[in-house]
């Protein structure tokens, strides 16, 4: 894992596909949503992947991981919140508000692991055991 990546984290990969599905998704919005639902909904599915970045940086930090972590958990229920408005407004049909449901609730339990035991991504030279530490690593 030394030279390893936040873009190597499958939390990271499947919450950077979200947030460009949301990109594409959102293009269809009205103009009247452009400074309100469609701004809101891009940052804060972003916010979830650029928290996941700093946190794997800041990792040799178990605090500062972790607050980064549950940062992230935070955006990805507000973007839950933005997709609801989204569905409710007629812009999302139920179908692809289900899937980007589920989609973000898997991104919201393996963000709350990765809370609950921020020792496993350590980096290598911290000393712990490789196996630990690929536990999130798509290898």
């Given at each position: 894992m030394s030279g390893g990546s936040f873009k190597d984290l499958k939390v990271y990969q499947k919450a950077y596909a979200l947030a460009m599905e949301i990109f594409r998704l959102s293009h269809k919005f009205p103009k009247e949503e452009t400074y309100a639902l469609t701004d809101q909904?891009?940052?804060?599915?972003?916010?979830?992947?650029?928290?996941?970045?700093?946190?794997?940086?800041?990792?040799?930090?178990?605090k500062h991981f972790t607050s980064k972590i549950t940062d992230a958990d935070g955006e990805a229920s507000e973007t839950l919140v933005w997709i609801d408005f989204a569905k409710e407004s007629g812009?999302?049909?139920?179908?692809?508000?289900?899937?980007?449901?589920?989609?973000?609730?898997?991104?919201?339990?393996?963000?709350?692991?990765m809370a609950k035991q921020p020792e496993r991504f350590l980096p290598p030279e911290s000393g712990i055991s490789e196996e630990i530490h690929s536990y999130e690593i798509g290898r």
């Open positions: 909904i891009r940052r804060s599915s972003r916010s979830v992947c650029t928290n996941v970045a700093e946190a794997y940086r800041k990792r040799r930090y178990m812009y999302i049909s139920d179908t692809v508000r289900d899937s980007l449901v589920m989609k973000y609730e898997e991104v919201g339990k393996m963000l709350g692991g």
